[in-house]
């Protein structure tokens, strides 16, 4: 078992990796999930599994790991929408937008120029077409879709209607290390993936992943009174992607706090004085 380390400002100990090509479209890979070959046949829960959706990625905590993750594991087929009563939708839900699976990827850099999210559709529903909603490290833009032709929930969609979704990314939307992009239907009905692209006016480079994810590490917008003193904890967002795996956590020169991580999605409030969690 593999330990990992977090250091208040937050610091996983692990190396760079570069990790872009240049892409058919002109521009510097920095990272994909999938292929665009009008086929979701390497995605997870295809084919047919869809219905398994909520338990495997339902609700806002499941991750894809830029550089670690696998599409056939980590990244379903198909986005749901507020109708879809397979993913919990439906009038008696109150159709309330719930399903937001992240993509996190780490610069090593900053880009100096504009990029580029690119995501293909192989199908869309015909009746009742969402609005995708993406998130950029909390910059928000929305896209309708257009119906597409209803069968590539079911069947191969080779048969299906493709579309593609490109948002333009700045500079300033972006930050050195950790980013977030969040990815969520917010209307309508479902729509099936092809392939998702992230690409660059120059080439960067992302860091080097585990199945250890530091969604976060911050200090609390609150204080504790412990031994009548006063303590701000420190609050750890951590996803354990497929293994169990013990982190180290340092917090101001004090004893190392160790702790083992189940496979999922953990949140921590460590305390700075008793050094526990």
Not at 47 to 58: L, W
Not at 153 to 180: C, F
Not at 203 to 216: A, F, G, N, R
Request: hydrophobic share 40%.
């Amino acid at each position: 078992m593999n330990n990992r380390k977090i250091i208040m400002p937050v610091m996983l100990l692990l190396g760079w990796v570069t990790f872009f090509q240049q892409s058919s479209f002109g521009q510097n890979l920095v990272w994909l999930i999938g292929k665009a070959d009008n086929s979701p046949a390497e995605f997870a829960l295809w084919p047919g599994e869809y219905k398994s959706f909520v338990a495997d990625f339902g609700g806002e905590t499941s991750v894809y790991q830029a550089g670690y993750s696998l599409p056939q594991q980590h990244w379903p087929f198909v986005l749901p929408g507020l109708l879809d009563s397979w993913a919990g939708g439906g009038y008696w839900a109150g159709f309330h937008p719930r399903h937001f699976p992240r993509i996190i990827f780490n610069l090593q850099s900053l880009p100096a120029g504009v990029c580029k999210l690119k995501i293909f559709f192989t199908d869309v529903t015909s009746k009742a077409p969402p609005l995708l909603r993406i998130e950029v490290n909390g910059h928000r833009t929305e896209k309708q879709l257009q119906p597409g032709k209803g069968t590539g929930l079911e069947t191969n969609s080779g048969a299906g209607k493709p579309q593609l979704v490109t948002i333009d990314i700045p500079e300033d939307w972006l930050k050195k290390e950790t980013n977030i992009i969040r990815l969520g239907n917010v209307s309508g009905s479902w729509a099936v993936f092809d392939a998702i692209i992230f690409e660059c006016d120059v080439p960067l480079e992302i860091q080097k992943t585990s199945s250890t994810v530091i969604v976060s590490a911050k200090a609390a917008g609150f204080e504790l009174l412990q031994t009548k003193k006063r303590v701000q904890p420190l609050l750890v967002d951590i996803v354990q992607l497929d293994k169990s795996e013990t982190i180290i956590i340092a917090i101001d020169g004090q004893k190392p706090l160790v702790k083992i991580i189940e496979k999922g999605n953990t949140k921590e409030m460590v305390s700075q004085q008793e050094n526990t969690f």
